[in-house]
């Protein structure tokens, strides 16, 4: 496959402004094209781990700058970095150096956590970090989303636990179409979401919302606390 970023035809008085740098021996030309060459036989819809994210990026003299991997993920990898290379002057124009780069990830597993039970972090704070994620080249979002603190995520079966587990049910909760539309936001960036729910421990938060499912200790504890471990005589943590 193969896609072609091409500019109109620029308008004389913007070609003019470049006139004073083809006095210059660093100057080399100017790309009117990116072409990107995805030549793997599949077009992968969904992230995992182990995935190709190899590229090569190529900008010379040419007119023409080339970008080609066998995967999709490796596509998202070099066009960030194309981004990365571009900068402006003080007039505003936009270069770019020549550059020929073969590139690949040293780590399978790039991630960043983040804590949304502790912390309540609104869905479009959560989108931000992933474009943010994207820049660097990050490709998993571990996303601790409940904990003993509060358990933000609105289950289809079991209601009652965000109800009576959020910090405050009608605003600090996660929907299904919310938790959706973060994970393909994820994906179409190449980054897979790993979402963490905590069990045995640390799921103080999904007592209030459903009677009995925490263990109660009747020693030297009162009230209720995560399953124990009978035959050690202590809770589990």
């Known amino acids: 496959m193969s896609l072609i970023f091409k500019p109109q035809r620029l308008p004389?008085?913007?070609?003019?402004?470049?006139?004073?740098?083809?006095?210059?021996?660093?100057?080399?030309?100017?790309?009117?094209?990116?072409?990107?060459?995805?030549v793997g036989d599949i077009c992968e819809t969904w992230p995992y781990l182990g995935m190709d994210e190899r590229y090569e990026l190529t900008i010379s003299a040419s007119t023409v700058a080339n970008l080609i991997s066998v995967s999709v993920w490796g596509i998202f990898r070099g066009l960030e970095t194309f981004s990365h290379l571009t900068y402006r002057d003080n007039?505003?124009?936009?270069?770019i150096n020549v550059s020929h780069i073969v590139d690949y990830p040293r780590f399978q597993h790039r991630g960043v956590l983040l804590d949304?039970?502790?912390h309540y972090v609104p869905k479009a704070v959560i989108l931000q970090n992933l474009d943010a994620m994207t820049y660097?080249?990050?490709n998993v979002f571990h996303w601790h989303i409940v904990?003993?603190?509060s358990f933000p995520y609105q289950s289809t079966n079991f209601p009652s636990i965000s109800d009576k587990g959020a910090y405050i049910p009608s605003t600090h909760i996660y929907t299904i179409n919310e938790v959706v539309e973060i994970i393909d936001y994820a994906r179409q960036r190449g980054i897979r979401v790993i979402a963490e729910f905590d069990t045995p421990g640390h799921s103080l938060s999904w007592g209030p919302g459903i009677s009995g499912l925490l263990t109660q200790c009747y020693a030297n504890h009162s009230g209720t606390i995560e399953p124990d471990i009978p035959e050690i005589g202590r809770a589990h943590v």
């Not at 007039?91 to 270069?95: C, D, E, G, K």
Request: net charge positive.
């Open 12 to 38: 004389q008085t913007y070609s003019n402004r470049f006139k004073k740098y083809q006095k210059n021996d660093n100057y080399k030309g100017q790309i009117d094209q990116l072409n990107v060459n995805l």
């Open 91 to 95: 007039s505003n124009n936009i270069f």
């Open 116 to 118: 949304t039970s502790r």
């Open 136 to 138: 660097n080249k990050y």
């Open 147 to 149: 904990d003993d603190q």
